[in-house]
């Protein structure tokens, strides 16, 4: 094989690993989703919740009739564009594309990834904006299609 066409081929290879890992990781496509009751907000103008809590997410303009995950999940991607979620759930939208779920927050709750390469065995969301609420799709390649504003989640 040519230096030059090994140099091409190295090239492709980078290339379709570089959107293949843009397609899991994801862009959130939609406006943030609502979350009820809202976090509180500190002095510093920082978001948070207390562990323990709960929330409920209502998320419209997805695909009717839908599976989906929705969880609490880090702000920090990990091996594969992949973050630490806890207490990923199922969802299915209506036929209008909507959904509303009940997410239970924590502090330092189980990674739902935690046996992914390069994972934490706890998702760590005591720092400020460390997680949110993320909705992904189901299927062999997920991505993440929609989260909310950021929080933290005080012990």
């Known amino acids: ?21 843009v397609g899991l990781v ?8 609502g979350l009820s009751p809202a976090p509180s907000v500190d002095a510093a103008g920082n978001r948070y919740f207390v562990d323990g809590d709960s929330t409920t997410t209502t998320v419209t303009g997805l695909a009717a009739n839908t599976d989906y995950y929705v969880g609490l999940c880090s702000n920090t991607s990990y091996l594969f564009g992949i973050p630490a979620c806890a207490g990923f759930q199922t969802v299915t939208t209506d036929a209008s594309g909507a959904f509303t779920a009940t997410v239970a927050l924590e502090s330092n709750g189980a990674n739902t990834h935690a046996s992914a390469p390069g994972q934490p065995a706890t998702v760590n969301c005591t720092a400020t904006n460390a997680c949110a609420i993320k909705v992904a799709t ?4 997920k991505q993440i299609v929609d989260q909310s504003v950021s929080f933290r989640v005080e012990q």
């Open 138 to 141: 189901h299927g062999t390649s």
């Open 26 to 33: 994801g862009v959130p496509a939609f406006a943030a989703t």
């Open 1 to 21: 094989m040519s230096r030059t066409l090994r140099k091409r081929t190295m090239a492709a290879s980078i290339a379709g690993l570089t959107l293949a890992l």
